[in-house]
Each structure stands twice: as C-alpha cells, then as structure tokens.
C-alpha cells in the first residue's frame, strides 16, 4: 500500500532519476510524502541540475552518502556498490554545474573606500553610506551578486550619499576664514555623575561611558572640512597619594593619566557617550599637578566635534561612593550613611581620588594649507583654465568617469551627462552647481555602482580583473598602478599578476580585506547585535572589551597573512594579540599598555587559535547565558563548513532552567534520547560542551552561576574523546585537512562574489592539495586563489 | 507675467489632478487603517494564553489589562510560521512568514504586511506608511518588496515634527529643487544603464533590472513627495515633545509613542503604522525593573526574573490596552485593524512557534479566543490571519507569505 502510494507521486515529479529504485527503498520512508526529516523531501525533487536549488540539495543528499550519514545506523544498510551508483549519479549531475557571477553592486564597506579613493577624502568619520539598507549576505559574504540587492530606498540613498559628497568635492571659491576659538569650562557640558564642573574647570571622575566631556557650543561640529589644531589644558589631579587601593577603584597607579580625544557628531547620538562610529584622534598623556597644554592636529569634518574622556579613570561613580564611604572614619557614622553623589552634590567633596581635570579647550582651523581641498584639485586639477564650459566640464568628468568606471571611457558615453551639465549650464547655473549634476549621475550610474563583469568566454577582461582583484584584496577601486597595468595587458602575465598582487597585500589597504572577510566569517560585525548584560558584565563596558576583543582577531589574521603562518593557527596556536585588559579577560600576567602586542601562550591559558578568542566565544553567546547548541552550530560552520540542518518544526524547544537543580548539559542528554534530534546534536553538542568553559564574554570558568561545575569533555561524531578545550584542539588540529577546505571556500566565495557549486570542488581539492604541500601558508592560500582559474572567470 | 502655453497646461493639470486624488481615497468608503505593535522578545506564554478556547476564556494574568476590551479584540492560539524554525529570525519573519534569505525565490520576496497595505494606499496620505521603535537597535520587522528592512524613527520629537511641522517656505523650496534634480540625474542615468546593459549576458540584465525597477520607484517617490511638498501639514495640539528617546525613558516614552501613532491616524497623516519593541539589553525604566529587558526573557525560570518580566509585560499590554481607548472614543477603532504580537513564540526556550497574536478593531466581529489546533503536526500559518486583515483592508488577495486561505472563524 505504502510503496503504491510512494510510486504514484514519484511519476509526478517532471524528471524522474535512474536511480529511483534506490532512493525509494533507502531514503523515502523519512524524506518522502509522510516525513521530511531535516525538511528535506527527495520524491518530489527534481533531477534536474540546472535548478540552482535542486543542485544544493542534491549536494545534500551527496553529502550524507558520501560521508555514510544517511542512512542512519538502525536502518538496513545499502549495498555498497547501489550507494556507489547512486554517488556517482549525483556527482555527475553536479559536475556540470558551475555557477556564473551575477553582476554585482558594491556594497556598503565598498562604497564607503571607493568613495575615499576616488576623491581622496577622509573617510575616517564620514560614512557616505551611513544610511544605506543592510547589505544581504545569504552565502556568509556581502560580496555575493546574486545576493545584494538594489532597491528604490537604496537609489534614494545613493542620490543622497553623491550630494554629501559632492559638499566635500566640490569646493571652488576663497579659503573659509581660519578662527581661533576658546571653549571655558563654563562651555563644557553640564556636570553629572561622572563629572563635576566648576566655573574655573570641570573634573572626570571615572571611565564610566556616560563620562565624556563635550563643548555645548560646538555640537553642531567645526562647520568647515579641514585641518584643525584642539589645544587642551588640562592636569591629572589625585592620581596617587589618595587612601584608596587599586581594587576599589580599579585603576593603574604606574600610568599616567590618560586623555582621550574622540570626535563625534550630533548626528549619531548623543555627545557624552560611545558613538556607534566615532575617531579616536588622540590619546594623550597627562602630567600631575600644574595645568599643562596639550596640542593636537587633526582633520576634522564640518560636522565634527571633540568628546573627551578619561581613559584609564576609575569605575563609575555609584561604585566610588560606597568607597569613600568606607573610608570615612568609624566616627563618621552618620555621614557615611549618607555620601552618595547623586543625592547629595556635596558629599562628592569627600572623594580623595584621581580626577583629569580639564580648563580650557581651543580650536584653530581650518588652516589654510588644507584649501582648496585635495578632493576638489583632484577632480578641478590645480589650475583650472581661465573660461569654465561645457568642454572643460566634459574633460574633468571623462577623467573622472574613467576612475570611477574603473576602465577606459568612451566620448560617446560621456554625452549624455555633458549634456545634462550643459544644459544646467545654458540654464543660467554656475559652472560648478552644474557640473555636480554630472558628478552626481556618475556617483549614481551603474557602471559605477557594479562591477561589470562581462567574462567574455568565460575569462575576465584585464579591467574586470583588476576590480575584481582590488575589491578581494582591499575592498576598494584598482589604485592607477593596477590600472595601469590593465591598460597595458600585462595582467595576463602570470608574474605580473603575482607580483601586483604581492605588492598590493603589503600595502595598508589590506585592512579592508581583514576586516571585512574576518568581520564576517567569524562574525565580528556582530559583535555588539546581542550586548554582554551590563550589570552582569560590566567590565566589558569599562574596557570597552567589544573593541578589544574584535582587534585581536583581526591582528591574528593579520599576522599569519604577513608571515605567511600556517593556518592551523586559526584552530589551535601558542600566541595571540592582546593588550593589558584583553590579557586581563585571559587572565595572563605581564601584559601592559592599551597597544596589542604579540603574547606567547601557555597551554594552561586554554587560549590560542579562533576557538580561544573572546570575540567568537562573545558573538556565539547571547550576552546573558552560553548555549553550547549555538556554539556547536558555530564550529561546524566555520571550523568545518558543514552547516547542520535547522531543527525540525515540531519538536518543543529546550526551556533554560538555571535554578540549579540540572545544567544545560543535562537538558541536551535528554533532548538527544529523542530520535529526531539525536542525529544533528550529536554531531553539534560535543563543540559546544568543548567551550562551555568560557562565559559570554570569553572569560574562563569553571563552574556555572548556580554552582554546579562545568563538564567540558564529549566525544567528537567521529569518534574521537577529549576532556576539554585543549585536548579538543589537538584533535582539530590533526584534523586540519578539513578546516582548509573550509576556509578556502569561504575564501573563494568572498573573492570571486558566487557561491561555489559542486563543479567547483575538484578544483577546490587541487587548491588545498597544493597548499597542503606548501605548508598550509595563509599568505600562498591567497596567491593560489588569485592563480585560480574561478577568479579569473566570470 | 505672461505664462507659456506649456507651462499652464503643467499648472491645470496639478490643478485638475487633486479632485481625482481626493476621489480615489473616496468620501463613501471610511478609509482603512492598519497598525501593527510588535515585541521583538514575545509575551511569557504561560502568562498570556487562555486555556479555554471561544467566548468565555478566563483572562490570564497579562490579559486583565485588556479585560474593557475584551469584546474588541480577537485572540489566537497556536499560529505561526511553518518555515521559521528558531527564534532568532521571529522578528524579521514575523509580518511576513518569509525570511529575508528566501526571499528572493518568491514573487513578493519577503514583503511584510505593513507594506503590501502600505503600497496599495500609496499617495493618498502624505506618509505612506510610519514606522517607530524604540531605540536606534529597533528596525528588521518590517520589509519592502525587494527585500530591504524599513527603516524607524524612534526619536519622538522627530516623529512629531516630521508630522506636524511645517518646513520654512525656504526648506520647502531647497527640498523642491533637490527632488528636482534628482528626476534630472536619474533621467541620465536610466540612459547610461541602456548602454551598460547592452555588453551583458542575460543573467546580468536580470540582475540590472532591479536598477530599472528603482528608478521607477524613486520617480514615483519624487512625484508623491513633490505634490505633499505644496500642502500643509496636519495640525496637531501642542507642541513637539521634549524627552530623551530610549528605553530607559520607557514609563514616559511608551505611551508617547502610542499617542504619536493615535495622532498620525488621526489627522489622517498615514493609514498604515507600525510601532516595534525592540530586543534590548537595555533596562526599561519601570517601578520594580532592575535587570535588562533581554536578560529577563532569558529568565531560566528564576523567579526574580519571571516577576520582573512580568512588569514589564504588563506595562506594555496596558499601554496598548490605553491605545484602544483613544481610537475606540475617536471612532477609528472600526476602520483601523489593530494587531499586538510577536513572531517569537517563547524568548525562554527561542521558540518561535505558538505565536502570541491579538487583532483588534478593524470591523471584525471580536471576543474569541480562538484555537487553531494541529493538523498532522503543521500549525495553521500566521499569514492566513494576514490575509484576512489585508482582505479587510480592502485588497482583494488570495494568497500571502505561507498563506493557505484566509483565516477560517474571523469574519
């Protein structure tokens, strides 16, 4: 009755597979018409691979045979040689499938660099594509065509985004007039809990976040691009001699004090706190006693405003006034009772501790050298001819354009935005209200805003290759040497390219391909999606731990990519970057500084590779409580690549329960007795139990609030025992083969902007054979990629 | 001053446009009204829903707020979205049972509720539609048609004035010359995409469609913002609001936000609103809350937490409790379907099925609980109840997001 049932919905499906027989006999009892297990059902599944769809799930059905997932244990086993036929079936499907690059725009982190380059502006606390929608990123990476998107909204903002920076370009006439201007303390914000303000002075009491001193005259920021000179006197007050120890006010007697000089805007939030994007242009030492001038150059934005703060001060001040209430002598009962600085202003007057005290904030600006802008010579040249027309508008755009395009421009395409500038022109406009009409269309014109990559053949034509190659290695425009050598052909030479890639990885852009390929493969952009609990994790606010622990990663993938390290590294390594409150986190002595440097590690530190970061151990976590599910998804999907299933519909999610009475633990054993959950979780648990020694901000544990210690040691899906984090990592590092592959197709997918299809495997394999045999360098990994024939095609 | 020929025929026909504007949104129908109030972090189940299904549920703990309601409002049990199956997407599928991931191999991508409404009215108010939250982390509930999250404003003073005051003659006239010149460029930039497209492959034209699509979008956009630019706003009583946005205002803010919402349907500035309560570690400033709001739900069944999140959901269901009282005596009530819920089902567990959901309002017959029990193991979809209050919105739909049909029971 049954199989009658099964076979009639099979003649439905349009492309019946040869190896029917098989799947029906093995598989459709729990992926037919009455179970989906894992929502996977193969009856009504098409043979047909040039369905991208039907190709990923038929890669998934490859997966488990290959791998001898499916069927499960208890099931009858397959002849080998039907499994065999049956692989071979689908390989041969999928072999023929490679997927093309659909043309892609760029997204928000490039646009933002190529705008930079382009004009040469400071981009640094100017985000021209501040509003833009979040960039879609189905395939891990917001590099992928096919997956971001242009939208009207987006267009809008595009309009938008070319008018800011058109304010910044195009900037004819004389120099702003450079102004001296002093701020007193009576211009300082208002006092509040963390501050005390005089009409002589304002004091910083602690590094608490909302601490941050700002001029309520200048909030609306400088009013001109340019370069500013910020003279500040100030003197560090208290900072030893006071009754205080170090542990109440958690702060480092042998420093200096320091001063930190944000610049901000208005326009993200409010001045006296952590802006979601903000400069740090400065960090100054500040001497005891006497009022000493600091001076600092800087750029500033028109919109831009200082925001201090003490960097290394005490904690907040609800903390210090039970302090110095303690501190008051026993005689005292009556007033210790009552010091708190919020309720009673002059009960601050008993705090004996370190204050940074601030008298005077100064302004000089915008100086002169700075005008007219470099932006705007850049695009006018340094001596524009004497008669500004429609001619001379047609030559600064064309020259622009061909930057902007990233190749060679036609006359013929140039027309119609000289055109639109002549007849601004015509319409009684000055010349450079209507040549922003021109600049604006190109900022806005799709050959602008997408990488053409026409891939005539199938190979990239030496324009296409060297966007394709900036935007790997900086996410940014080709500089004009690399468009130099695509105008000559010489990228086509293997050594040309190799060396131009070379020298493009020792170049600082590469920052742009750390952060934003690390950003997303580990995560970090998500860092502070799901903040750390503020009471529970204070201290990831007072060190402002988010920054910290991001910096880390990025410096560790830095380095292994500057040396040329293996990246076995990443899964298990005996150092790291820290700085003194990250190392403080790791519990590891003599680090000291706010600057990271290099930190041997100590098997008993239980750090080193990606699974001992804070920011991973950060992101996997909710800011509350650790879930070793969530973790345990994380490891499979970017230490192995394979992503398990998302969980069946029906079964009733575990409800935390943290009385006390059982662990998390405890609650998956029992989740894993149900059949179908056992089959994923225990290939996910055993990761996540591994790293349930680290709370939700990274710190080492060994024991869960309510008590009950933490059982760290499972047994990995294929076999393998560990008793912790440590002996874990040995086994991954053995098994780095897979983590290659991994990486690499991540790598691949950021590079060439398409998911990888099976097609792409055999080639993949010869890469990671390759790389094997030179030792696994990260530095080399990259080169191979750039070699490869997938980034040279479309 | 002598009018060119030209000239005067433009002028006549913005003249003669406005009558048929004012038809279209009709004086014979009440126009309809949707606002959706959602909450990122879900109600405590055990809290909100009835045992007892139909007309004579005792009211749970979170529903004595709502108890004067109770004959205005629709409850539901045992909906949700058959594709999510984790908490952490509820809130960008909870308007419309789509991710954003699988959006695009559907043909209304994973458009949310309020949109579709929203793009059905466009035009016949000065805002389309309005969308507020709380703090800067609100955002990703509601999505257009290509796939991109709408935006909030979660600042009152500037929903208010963004409402209610009039820019400067000056403003107005820079705001005027600026739509215009973007019509300008995008008429130069449509050309130049004709010659991009020419040296690309299929797939890429498709691709570059989306570019096309925009361009029409934004044209529209110009000329609908280009004809409100010449009207004045509505007028509101009082002026803008002063207080600092931000949940740790939230005793103050909450029901503010609401009144700006009863506001903005009131004069008629917009028919579709939405209004999210975002996930937040933040501590919401109310009498007895002491820990974060997102700790809270995560409460592990301490009791100190389940008492605490208590408060705060109960704060929250009686400021909308007090939301319905304001459109009930205004008479908008019967035009305007009122939806509160959440698209997680459990913040305990990250469940995101059994979804709280309550439809106020909007002309349906009300004071049911009403329990949509599984059949095979699939729940009824959420978005059956999206079809009816888009049906009731008057767009004739048959089908939305993972819709089988319009929900049965509601009528």
Redesign the interface.
Known sequence: MMSTLVFFLWALTAVAPPVQPFLQKTCLKCHGPDKQKGGLRIDTLAADFNDPKAAELWGKVLDQLDAGEMPPEDEPRPTKAAVARTVAWINQGLARTSQRQVLRRLNAAEYRNTVRDLFGIDTTLFNPAESFPGDGADHGFDTVGQDLVTSDFLLEQYLAAADRVMDKVVKPGPAPRSTKRVFSAASFRDDNTETMRTPEHIDMVSRYQTGRVFLTDLTQGVGHDGEYVIRITAAAINRTGHPYSVAELDVDPTEPARLNVFLGTEARGKLDRPQPEEQLAARLDIADGEPRVYEIRTWMDADATPMLMYHNGPLRTAKLYKVVANHLPASDGDKKRKVDFRADRSTRALYLGPRLRVFSVEIEGPIAASWPPPAHVRVFGAQPPRKLDVGYATEVLTRLARRAYRRPVTAQEMKPIAALVGRKLGQGLGFHDAIRFGLKAILCSPKFLYLRERGNEGTLDQHELAARLSYFLWSTMPDDELLAAADRGELANRETLIAQTRRMLADSKVDGFVTNFVGQWLRLRRLNEMPPDRTKFEMYYYDVLDQNMAQESYLFFRHLLEQNLSIANFLDSDFTFANKRLARLYGIDGVSGDAFTKVALKPEHRRGGILGQASVLTVTANGIETSPVVRGVWVLENVFGRPPSPPPANVKALEPDIRGATTVRDQLEKHRSVEACQSCHRKIDPYGFALENFDPVGAFRARYDSKRPIEAGATTPDGHTFKDIVELKQILVAQKDDFARCLTEKLMVYATGRPLARGDRPAIAELIAQAKERGYGLHDLVLQIVESRAFQTK | MHLGRRQFIRGAGVLLALPRLEALAGPKMPPRRLVVIGLDLGLNPVNWFPKAAGRDYALTPLLQPLARHRNDFTLFSKLDH?DI???HFGTPAFLSGVL??GA??RKDGNISLDQRAAEAVAGQTRFTSIHLGMS?RSGGMCW?R??????TVWNPRAVFDSLFHDDSATVRKARAT?LD??R??????T???R??AR???H??RQ??D??F??????E??IGIARRWLGRPKAKAPGGGPELSPGWANAETIIPLMYDLLALALETDSTRVATLQFE?T?A?PELPGVT??Y??LT?H???KERLDQLFLVETFLTEQFARFLDRLKQGGLLEQTSVLYGSGLG?G????S?DLPMLLAGGGFKHGQHLVYPKEG?RATPLCNLYVSVLQRFGIPVEQFGTSTGALDGLA
């Open positions: 058959p199956s984790s908490g954003p991931s695009k191999r800067e257009t290509a796939g991109v999250p709408v935006p600026q010149a973007n300008s460029v995008l008429d130069v930039v050309q130049d995409a010659s991009f040296g690309l492959g797939t890429d691709k570059l989306e570019y699509t925009s361009v029409r979008g934004v529209q956009r996930n570690q501590q820990q974060g997102h700790l995560h592990g069944q301490l459990n305990n567990s990250h469940s099925r193991g």
